[in-house]
């Protein structure tokens, strides 16, 4: 005797259903910021008035603004995931800039000492940062708003204090200088094209913290950290240790930069780096990395820097004025953001 069943009507665990290719690269979180990235580099293209933003030449333009800033970024990405915020690193790559200067020039330290020391002084401030948070449990906004105004003040008076001026210059004249430079500030050619060496830093750095954030224990520490701290205390997750860890590597992440430019300059302005935090946490957003912790990408908030390279060089290309760049970045983090919402809300079958 045969028995037919019919499982037409039979519903399939969601646990153990197949998830559709096509919904997993929904739901990851760079993907609206690759979107946008696409469809941005296809209108300064088709606005380029020069013929050269799609060529190498313009690709070593845009990365040349795009590396700075996705260096940082990506770990500002990481300390977001985590659940907290840094508003003292942009200041933090003038700091170690002026730091590593002054120990050349006035202290005639060799440059690759100077860039050790500069580069445990940022991992001191980065953890002074992190156990304020932790101890205090003030916002972090709050704590590094702080140490913002702090590093500002005492790079203008220090600086002003040691060199009459609110310039360090003269650092090509230190010991190591040129080995330093060939590493951190040198540039290669591409088909003719000069690209400055931070673009293989912010890939490699890009890389590494993505396989720290995905293939990692401590990767899921900082989800955990960031999606719902007390349910990860209870799980036995070293929170407290791991945003800490988070503050230290934001922190060195903007000395390497500070490094990078105070060897292709030469030397460095007291202002080096204001202002720059606000482009750390915009390409992370346009990344998607959620405000409310929990959620990113490293690579997402490497695309978000590239798209602000995009910006740098695509709007004077199209002679366009350059005073609207601001807003259009703005433009940017709000499109970027509804856009990843809307994408991750359909993903998951419907409105949450």
């Not at 469809?39 to 990365?63: E, H, K, N, P, R």
């Not at 590493?183 to 290669?188: G, K, Q």
């Amino acid at each position: 005797m045969t028995f037919l069943t019919n499982t037409s009507n039979i519903d399939i665990d969601e646990r153990v259903a197949r998830t559709p290719w096509y919904v997993k690269i929904f739901r990851r979180p760079e993907f609206g910021a690759l979107l946008g990235a696409v469809v941005i580099f296809a209108v300064f293209t088709a606005a380029d008035t020069t013929g050269q933003f799609a060529s190498l030449g313009g690709a070593a333009g845009w990365t040349d603004f795009a590396a700075p800033v996705g260096i940082v970024a990506v770990f500002v990405a990481l300390l977001m995931i985590g659940g907290e915020f840094d508003l003292s690193a942009g200041v933090m790559v003038g700091t170690s800039g002026l730091f590593a200067g002054l120990l050349i020039t006035q202290l005639a330290i060799p440059v690759w000492l100077a860039i050790l020391a500069t580069l445990l002084m940022a991992a001191l401030v980065g953890f002074i940062n992190g156990l304020l948070v932790v101890r205090t449990a003030l916002p972090s906004f709050i704590v590094t708003l702080g140490s913002f105004f702090v590093l500002k003040g005492a790079n203008l008076a220090i600086t002003k204090g040691l060199t009459g001026t609110v310039r360090v210059s003269g650092v090509d004249q230190g010991d190591g200088f040129d080995s330093a430079r060939a590493l951190f500030s040198t540039t290669f050619s591409v088909a003719g094209a000069e690209f400055q060496v931070s673009v293989i830093w912010w890939i490699v750095l890009t890389i590494l913290a993505t396989i720290l954030l995905t293939r990692t224990v401590f990767g899921n520490w900082i989800f955990a950290s960031g999606g719902d701290a007390n349910a990860a205390r209870n799980a036995g997750v070293p929170v407290d240790r791991t945003k800490i860890t988070l503050f230290v590597m934001t922190s060195v992440a903007a000395a390497l930069v500070g490094i990078m430019f105070l060897l292709r300059l030469r030397g460095m302005q007291a202002g080096q780096g204001v202002g720059q935090e606000f482009y750390y946490i915009i390409a992370a957003a346009v990344g998607g990395c959620l405000l409310t912790g929990g959620a990113g990408s490293a690579i997402g908030a490497s695309v978000g820097a590239l798209i602000m390279g995009f910006a740098a060089v695509g709007i004077p290309y199209a002679l366009w004025d350059q005073d609207w760049v601001s807003t259009f970045l703005g433009v940017i983090l709000f499109g970027a953001v509804l856009i990843n919402i809307t994408i991750s809300r359909r993903a998951q079958g419907g409105k949450k």
